[in-house]
């Protein structure tokens, strides 16, 4: 979408190796959701963020909405991270954007 | 654990025909919405719903129709399906903080149109 900027579009990664992935928002984006699409199409919530940061297991999040970005780090990649990761923002607007997601492959 | 059902998950259309996409929840959330997704690229907002027997109009409208008769229940309705609305349709709830509450959404519907 182009109010809501991802990148990479694509990664490949090694198993066990870390990454980040990140959001650009040009809105004033006052929460932001990440979600995981695995191969068999579902949408699987990950974060839901204000501005701040979240942990869960192998994952962080981090939401800056001065800076407008979020980013989603990867420590030690497994395979069943692979899918495409998309990050939303809603704002003032009282509208969710979504990004064009990353394609994200974990080898083994 | 939230639960959003959709059927059906998969369909295939004649150009011109009438296509119904349904959607049901047991979050006891307020708020259902019909997003789509093209290939390659994020969701986009048709319809949402705060409230039964009400339906508001989202980023993507043109062509498609929405009924929300309960809480539970939240359709989008092609009345004449056209080929430019192949695609997958995701229907999503949240919790009562606006339209811009934590999503969840359902397992997805692929609609092809020939």
């Known amino acids: 979408g182009d109010k809501v900027k991802q990148s990479p579009s694509a990664l490949s990664l090694q198993e066990g190796t870390n990454s980040a992935l990140r959001c650009n928002f040009s809105?004033?984006?006052?929460?932001v959701q990440w979600f995981l699409q695995n191969p068999r199409g579902s949408l699987i919530n990950l974060f839901y963020?204000?501005?701040g940061t979240k942990e869960n297991g192998r994952l962080k999040s981090a939401f800056d909405s001065k800076e407008s970005y979020s980013t989603l780090h990867i420590r030690d990649a497994q395979l069943e991270d692979s899918g495409t990761y998309f990050c939303a923002a809603s704002g003032s607007n009282n509208r969710i954007f979504f990004g064009d997601g990353t394609q994200l492959v974990v080898k083994p | 654990e939230a639960a959003v059902t959709q059927s059906p998950r998969s369909k295939v259309a004649v150009t011109g025909g009438k296509v119904t996409l349904s959607c049901h929840q047991t979050n006891n959330h307020d708020y259902m919405y019909w997003y789509r997704q093209d290939t390659g690229h994020g969701l986009r907002l048709i319809h949402y719903s705060y409230v039964a027997d009400s339906t508001e109009k989202g980023d993507i409208p043109d062509g498609y129709k929405a009924s929300r008769p309960s809480q539970e229940n939240f359709s989008l309705i092609l009345e004449l399906a056209s080929l430019s609305q192949t695609a997958v349709y995701f229907c999503?709830?949240?919790?009562?903080?606006?339209?811009?509450?934590?999503?969840?959404f359902g397992e997805g519907s692929k609609l092809t149109v020939l």
């Open positions: 809105i004033a984006a006052t929460t």
């Open positions: 999503a709830s949240s919790p009562g903080l606006g339209v811009t509450g934590q999503l969840y």
């Open positions: 963020l204000v501005p």
